[in-house]
């Protein structure tokens, strides 16, 4: 009797939780409407003022290219009992286009991928991440299309880059600078303080544009709206207000204090990687890198507040679809003609409601989120290798340290 009635305290999962997780869906809906219906009235005055200071234009050229690429990367760190695994790989795919004489020149190149074995070290997810966004910069700097779509904002390679640089804070050892230098090597044939000229090839060139899925910045919202009380996000507050073909007029980033402090001000790049190596300057590297983003801030080192070289706007193509967040560089902001071209470039490669970003950016990040699928690959093939020296005492090393 005792037995049975402890048993029956146990609950039945996972249909209990799954039931108890639908009960409350009514009052999840509940949220979702509150969150939208009290910002109509807030976000129609919103659009109407940006309206009045001449803030929104609508896109009515009838020139495009279809010279477009979309570069992403995909990283998969495997942690196994003696090591780390690492696969990086970036990406470069093309849109959709009739030119049959479309694709990647001799000598440029489509993809690059990374994959080593690390003794387990808190710093190896910088390693692999820092690696992977050098590689999708040098896709994108290799291309010799004209529109190249980088995925994400431009501040997040910069995050990455010094990131990886900046790895002593996890206790970065030799292993962790011998690795950096080997992928340099192998990908570029290059060492650390070329670095900066990778971040440079695709970060000063106005052909590399980036479009930002998810986004929360307010920064136009903050800057100009404050006494409208909309409280979602810049991107949010455009797919709703705006008209299909209408765009902000491109921005210097960081428009509202809110944003520079939180970003833009202090964006650096600093490495200190403790690398015994005779001419290995840090302090000329970090020079390198501070001309570098220096463009990208919003205030210099010794005059203050400054505009940074980075714009950003915000496109709806189709009346139903989102508002896109396109981060671009001044000159290209500041050539209206060219500008609303690279707008309606985009627009023809959005094949809405199917598919609801650029094909290309779409396609490209299919093809970077399966590069598990080819760390299963390496995996299967040390395992079954006939060089292995492995002997059955060490198998088990071979293997994830947990069980999946």
Request: proline share 4%; glycine share 6%; hydrophobic share 35%.
């Amino acid at each position: 009797m005792e037995e049975s009635q402890g048993k029956s305290n146990y609950a039945h999962l996972p249909e209990e939780l799954l039931g108890k997780i639908l009960e409350n869906i009514p009052a999840t809906v509940e949220k979702m409407n509150n969150l939208f219906d009290v910002q109509d009235e807030p976000i129609r005055e919103g659009i109407a003022t940006l309206r009045e200071r001449g803030f929104i234009e609508k896109n009515e050229t009838n020139d495009f290219s279809t010279s477009l690429i979309a570069v992403d990367g995909g990283v998969v760190l495997e942690k196994m009992t003696g090591s780390d695994i690492v696969l990086a790989v970036a990406v470069g795919v093309e849109g959709l286009t009739t030119d049959n004489n479309a694709g990647w020149s001799s000598g440029k190149n489509q993809y690059y991928q990374w994959q080593t074995v690390l003794s387990h070290d808190e710093a190896n997810p910088r390693l692999c991440q820092g690696a992977m966004f050098l590689m999708e910069l040098s896709v994108l700097a290799s291309s010799d299309h004209e529109i190249r779509i980088m995925d994400g904002t431009h501040f997040t390679p910069i995050l990455k880059i010094n990131s990886l640089l900046s790895a002593h804070e996890d206790k970065a050892g030799p292993q962790y600078i011998e690795a950096l230098k080997e992928f340099l090597k192998e990908t570029y044939e290059k060492i650390i303080p070329d670095i900066p000229e990778i971040l440079e090839a695709a970060l000063g060139d106005e052909k590399v544009i980036s479009i930002v899925k998810y986004s929360s910045s307010r920064d136009i919202i903050d800057a100009f709206l404050k006494d409208k009380n909309i409280t979602i996000d810049d991107k949010t507050f455009f797919t709703i207000g705006l008209d299909e073909d209408e765009y902000l007029i491109p921005k210097s980033v960081g428009q509202s204090i809110e944003e520079r402090n939180k970003i833009w001000d202090d964006l650096h790049i600093r490495c200190n990687l403790k690398i015994s190596d005779g001419k290995f300057d840090q302090i000329e590297l970090n020079k390198a890198f501070d001309k570098s983003v220096n463009k990208l801030r919003t205030k210099n080192e010794h005059t203050g507040a400054k505009e940074s070289e980075l714009f950003f706007t915000y496109y709806k193509p189709f009346q139903n679809g989102p508002a896109y967040r396109i981060e671009l560089k001044k000159s290209l902001a500041q050539d209206k003609n060219k500008f609303e071209k690279y707008l309606l470039s985009i627009k023809r490669q959005i094949v809405f409601p199917e598919i609801m970003e650029p094909f290309p950016q779409y396609l490209v990040d299919l093809m970077a989120k399966s590069v598990s699928g080819g760390l299963y690959a390496i995996l299967e093939a040390i395992r079954l290798s006939p060089e292995l020296k492995l002997d059955k005492g060490k198998f088990n090393l071979l293997f994830n340290y947990r069980t999946k």
